[in-house]
């Protein structure tokens, strides 16, 4: 990503929001595959604090570091994530039909891919392993949100598919801005354009 806080001595967000990112998106994409929504107490709380609390924070220090995508990225994914954790957990005291909260869940998960999918779009001049995070991250929330709306199984898991791949992805884009930054070179590969580089330079 571009590197608007270097000149400020700011160290940069973004392995810290790549990191809460893959780990939650990573977790929640498990449990659509393999568990009941019954057994996911403990990924509720996971998104609630590391992926809704920190990313948030992450998100803060994004706007603090200059880079707007980054920034809008992981505050709206960690605020979509502790609204997920406490929805999980039963928090908000909701008292409706069963068909009632899990169409509002399942319109408030569309809107969540809708907004992800436009942030993916504006991710076209970033480096291209936090493109492809962001690519499976709102097909896996929009897939999860049309099998609540169905009622299909199969579509829940395909989303989970899609969250871990997302997951997976944005570990390695974790891994490599922390190791880069660390070592202050590029060694480990994040698919940076020429022009992303070029850019970098000049700011």
Known sequence: MLRPGKDKGLATPIPLGLATLAATTFCVGVG?????????APYAMQALILGGLVELLAGMWAFAYGD???ATTFSFVGA???WWGLTQMGYLGIHATAAVV????ATVLVVAAVVVLYLWVASFYEFAAFNLTLLFLWIAFGLMGIAMYSGVEALTVVGGISAVISGLIGAYASFAAIYNATCLQDVVPLGESSEIRKRARER
């Open 80 to 82: 979509f994530f502790g």
């Open 68 to 70: 707007a995508l980054a």
């Open 32 to 40: 659509a595959i393999f568990q009941s929504s019954a057994a996911w």
């Open 102 to 105: 899990t169409n509002s869940m």
